[in-house]
């Protein structure tokens, strides 16, 4: 039992040990030459522009419901009141 928990400590202290890091490289990021990257950052630029055009529909969509849902608004407080009236 006494080798077990000697021998669990040691694993632990091992792994847990700084030794076993990465330790960041001094080498500034450069930009990828590698085609597949290139790729999928050109796919990333896609959709977000793409996310871009939706957004800005949808924006122009919910101003044109909100301008159609104030006349209908107006139409039927009319319709009301018109009938009250009578």
Do not use: C
Not at 16 to 34: C, E, I, L, N, R
Not at 46 to 63: I, L, M, P, S
Request: hydrophobic content about 50%; overall charge positive; cysteine-free.
């Amino acid at each position: 039992m006494g080798r077990l928990t000697a021998a669990v400590f040691f694993a632990t202290a091992i792994i847990t040990s700084p030794v076993w890091a990465q330790t960041a490289t001094g080498a500034p990021a450069k930009a990828h030459d590698d085609h597949l990257v290139q790729m999928r950052q050109d796919i990333l630029a896609a959709r977000k522009e793409y996310k871009r055009k939706v957004a800005e529909a949808q924006n122009v969509f919910d101003q044109q419901k909100a301008g159609a849902a104030k006349e209908r608004d107006a139409a039927i407080a009319a319709a009301r009141a018109t009938a009250g009236q009578k």
